[in-house]
């Protein structure tokens, strides 16, 4: 039988700073800038006990990035503008899951490993976008829309050891993912407010990592390739005017 008792230090000290500015390049074109800083650091213990046997699992990261953004916008009037941005995303590392020798060594063996790994790093992106924000006749119509293109470098992607059932965290390759939004909202009167919008994204790995199954070409999983949500919104005063209630429809569809 497998007993753990988890004892964890948590000293999660995640300073950011945040900054961006506007620089208007003529009348109608806006240069808009800004970058990101963050740093973590994490400190996990945990001690199993496995037939008497101790199984210490301690783990520890610490980083630090920089994380900018640029975007460019184009005001066709005050109700219609284009852009195109670039932005780096960044999520830190961490104290991988907690995996027991004695009992998930096999599984482990399989994949070329003398133990689960003590942490996993930081996975970064770049996101390109390209769109447009559009309202008409005094923003009673509303379409926002936009491609994207996204790569991604060191995946962080949770591992299955299906022997023994535990899983941990690791790094598992690169990927890209592309696909484009449409947004729209209309309010016909002003008490009625309908919206829709649907969304299609191609994700998959760029790089294979057979020891845990991945090929080059394969669909990062839990990433739906088509979303779609309408929905409707109805606000109306009561006879005795003192307050006012709403009334909500919506429908979302994923595949």
């Known amino acids: ?79 219609k503008m284009a852009y195109v941005s670039a932005t780096k995303g960044f999520r830190p590392g961490g ?23 003590s942490a996993f790093q930081s996975d970064q992106l770049w996101s390109y976008e390209v769109g447009s924000k559009l309202s008409f006749a005094d923003r009673r119509a509303v379409i926002d829309s936009s491609v994207y293109y996204i790569d991604w ?9 299906a022997n023994c059932g535990f899983t941990f965290l690791g790094n598992v390759g690169a990927a890209r993912s592309r696909g ?12 009625l407010n309908l919206t829709a919008s649907v969304g299609y994204t191609d ?21 739906p390739r088509w979303t779609a949500a309408a929905g409707g919104q109805y606000s109306f005063t009561l006879p005795t005017g003192s307050r006012s209630e709403e009334r909500r429809v919506g429908k979302e569809c994923r595949s």
Do not use: M
């Open 203 to 223: 994700a998959e790995f760029t790089k294979s990592n057979p020891d845990i199954g991945i090929a080059s070409g394969d669909r990062l999983p839990l990433v």
């Open 1 to 79: 039988d497998l007993h753990s008792f988890p004892t964890r230090r948590s000293s999660d000290l995640e300073p950011a700073f945040f900054t961006e500015g506007t620089y208007q390049l003529t009348e109608r074109l806006d240069l808009t800038a800004g970058a990101r800083w963050f740093k973590g650091d994490q400190d996990q213990q945990v001690r199993f006990y496995s037939d008497g046997v101790l199984d210490a699992q301690d783990g520890e990261a610490s980083e630090s990035a920089l994380s900018p953004k640029v975007q460019l916008s184009f005001h066709v009037d005050p109700e």
């Open 95 to 117: 104290p991988s899951g907690v995996v027991p020798l004695s009992t998930c060594g096999e599984d482990l063996a399989a994949l070329g490993l003398a133990r689960a790994p």
């Open 180 to 191: 484009f939004e449409v947004e729209t909202a209309f309010r016909p009167v002003d008490q």
């Open 153 to 161: 470098s060191d995946v962080q992607q949770t591992v299955l050891l």
